[in-house]
């Protein structure tokens, strides 16, 4: 009988993903969409001209994203805080992990065409149409959501409810929630009016309303969401986010050679970098495990050493230097 491996999925098996050497430029004014959460004016490059002509993508390595854990901790950390990185660490970003908006396959266009006009997208370059460029409002946008999933989890897992009463919001009076919806600037609550409204029965669904979290809690006079609704629809949201990256992945399976014996490996494909990570924090989240957070910029990370406490040796130098000229102001007062 062959000896049973211990992972369930020999990195050979998993779907490799392509590193790039990429280059930023200015955005084109047809490549924002009318409203974007998180403002930022680079778009990040990384096609080329091959010899016969045809616009391929400039990749200088293949990796496992599926094996590597440190993935979607720098992608929230680098692009989901709000500030995002200069050039040099974005750069360095492709270099490593590639493109996130690729689709595998380059017969779908990328995910964030679909924010804009029809008329800006007839507007577009090849070399956008072909997804060989993404702008990085729409990767902190994605990094945004997950780093909200991500903060979600965390805090139900420590059971912090006033943080995850925080992230969800409050429930306006006299109404019921129905479910929540994730988007870039924060978690939204869907109600619905737990009276039926004078005058007749309610069409279903048709008072479903949506409001940003930050919203409800600052205008309508809103009850706390009771513990047990904490739990159930901040699970559910998490829930809901995985499912959804799991049905743009499959399974893929391979002949895998070794001495002159074939067997067949299970592994995964997956439609893009967003997918591949949210399905590693999936098994992150079904082992029940956390990021270790940064000292000094407070970041979720993974780390290469067992008593790593810091993302990033510059982040780490970053946080002596601000303590040390901390120390010597309040030594000079
Ligand atoms: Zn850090």
Avoid: H
């Amino acid at each position: 009988m062959p000896k049973a491996k211990p992972s369930p999925l020999p990195p050979s098996g998993n779907g490799l993903w392509m590193q790039v050497e990429a280059a930023i430029r200015p955005l084109e004014p047809w490549e924002q969409p009318s409203w974007r959460p998180i403002p930022d004016d680079r778009m990040v490059c990384f096609g080329e001209k091959s010899r016969g002509g045809l616009l391929v993508p400039r990749w200088v390595g293949v990796y496992s994203p599926l094996d590597t854990p440190a993935l979607p901790a720098d992608f929230m950390r680098l692009f989901g805080r709000g500030k995002l990185p200069r050039d040099p660490r974005v750069l360095e970003f492709y270099r490593r992990y590639g493109p996130v908006s690729q689709s595998k396959t380059l017969k779908d266009s990328p995910v964030w065409l679909s924010r804009l006009s029809t008329r800006a997208r007839s507007q577009l370059s090849a070399e956008a149409r072909q997804g060989l460029c993404e702008p990085l409002w729409w990767v902190a946008e994605e990094a945004r959501r997950m780093w909200l999933c991500y903060e979600l989890y965390r805090s139900l897992l420590q059971e912090d409810l006033p943080s995850v009463r925080a992230l969800l919001g409050e429930v306006p009076q006299g109404e019921d929630v129905r479910g929540t919806r994730l988007s870039p600037i924060g978690i939204s609550l869907l109600t619905a009016e737990a009276e039926p409204r004078p005058g007749g029965r309610r069409r279903a669904g048709s008072a479903a309303l949506e409001r940003p979290a930050e919203r409800v809690s600052a205008q309508v006079p809103g009850r706390p969401l009771t513990d047990e609704e904490c739990c159930r629809w901040g699970w559910r949201l998490l829930a809901d986010r995985l499912t959804a990256a799991q049905e743009q992945s499959s399974v893929n399976w391979l002949v895998d050679e070794e001495e002159g014996r074939y067997r067949l490996v299970k592994g995964r494909r997956f439609r893009d970098l967003v997918v591949a990570m949210y399905l590693q924090l999936g098994e992150m989240m079904d082992r029940g495990e956390l990021y270790r957070t940064c000292r000094g910029c407070g970041g979720p990370f993974w780390p290469a050493r067992g008593k790593q406490r810091f993302c990033d040796p510059r982040c780490g130098d970053a946080y002596r230097q601000r303590r040390f000229y901390r120390r010597s102001r309040t030594a000079d007062s």
